[in-house]
């Protein structure tokens, strides 16, 4: 499972996705992969695909046809893939995206 957390103009959410492809959008779309909705004028429409890996890393898609995903490693252009290990950083227009691996709670013991 992978924990999301997503920083926008001074305000924080963070998501928690379990399995499969997830994208990164301004606006929604019907049908496809779920879609986390971002409101940030420099984002795109359709902005990124995540998609986790059998190995640990995740692929990382630029769905814009403008847009860079800036990341510690460089940019991710329009149009372009990248596989990426965990923990990263991506900047997607002002907004920054940290994607790592969720911890699982332990069950608590009673006593």
Do not use: W
Request: hydrophobic share 35%; net charge negative.
């Amino acid at each position: 499972m992978l924990s999301i957390t997503i920083t926008s103009r001074g305000e924080t959410q963070v998501l928690h996705h379990a399995v499969g492809i997830l994208e990164f959008g301004r606006v929604p779309r019907e049908g496809g992969p779920p879609r986390c909705l971002l409101s940030d004028a420099y984002v795109s429409k359709d902005h990124l695909r995540l998609e986790p890996l059998t190995d640990g890393r995740v692929r990382l898609e630029n769905l814009s046809t403008r847009g860079p995903i800036r990341h510690p490693l460089g940019e991710i252009g329009p149009g372009e893939s990248a596989s990426v290990t965990l923990p990263t950083q991506l900047l997607l227009g002002e907004s920054r995206v940290v994607i790592e691996f969720a911890i699982p709670e332990e069950p608590m013991e009673d006593g």
